[in-house]
C-alpha cells in the first residue's frame, strides 16, 4: 500500500457539501483506506475564477497505480458535479494527487509530484497540517519546512468527522 496526499478545492455549489461528497467517495473506492483528513481553508481565486474556494487535503493509502488513481479521481469529481470549463476556472471539485510515497510519476496527463503543490499556500498548509513529515521527493526535505509565502489561505475550521464518519450521506448537491 502506498501513501498519498491528495488536495482538494471547490468554487462552485455548497463548496462543503462538495468536498464532504467527493471525501464520502474516495473513502469508497475499493483499494483505499482514507486515514486523515485537513481543516478546511478558504483561498483567494486564482486565473479565471471569481468565487473564493474552500481547500483541504486528505492522506489515504492504495494499491491503485497513479493512472488508475487518478481515473477514478476523475470520476469521482464528475459524481460530484464537476463539468468540462476552461482551466483555471470556477469548479464544484477539484481533485489533485499531490504526492505518492517518494515516487516521482511523469506521463502526459499526470505529474506527481504534483507541480503546483510548493507554489499554492492554499494547498501546501492543509497539507502540512495532516503530512508534515513527509519528504518532498524532489527538494528532499519534510515539505513544513518548504512553505513559502504566497497569497493568503485562512483557516476556517474541521471538518466534523473522522474517516468512518463519512458515510453519512450528504444531502444532493
Known sequence: MKRVLLGLGSSLSDRYEAIHFALLHIQRLADVNLLRVSSLYCST???????????????????????????????????????????????????????????????????????????????????????????????????????EQYPICWPIGCLPFTPRALWQEPSDL
Open 45 to 147: 481565486p486564482l486565473g479565471r475564477a471569481q468565487n473564493l474556494f474552500l481547500n483541504a487535503s486528505c492522506v489515504m493509502e492504495t494499491r491503485l497505480s497513479p493512472p488508475k488513481l487518478l481515473f477514478e479521481l476523475k470520476r469521482i469529481e464528475r459524481r460530484v458535479g464537476r463539468r468540462k470549463n476552461k482551466r483555471w476556472a470556477d469548479r464544484v471539485i477539484d481533485i489533485d494527487i499531490l504526492l505518492m510515497g517518494k515516487d516521482v510519476y511523469r506521463s502526459r496527463s499526470l505529474s506527481i509530484p504534483h507541480p503546483e503543490f510548493l507554489r499554492r499556500s492554499f494547498v501546501l498548509q492543509p497539507s502540512v497540517e495532516i503530512a508534515g513529515d513527509w519528504i518532498h521527493p524532489i527538494e528532499n526535505r519534510p515539505i513544513k519546512d518548504l512553505r
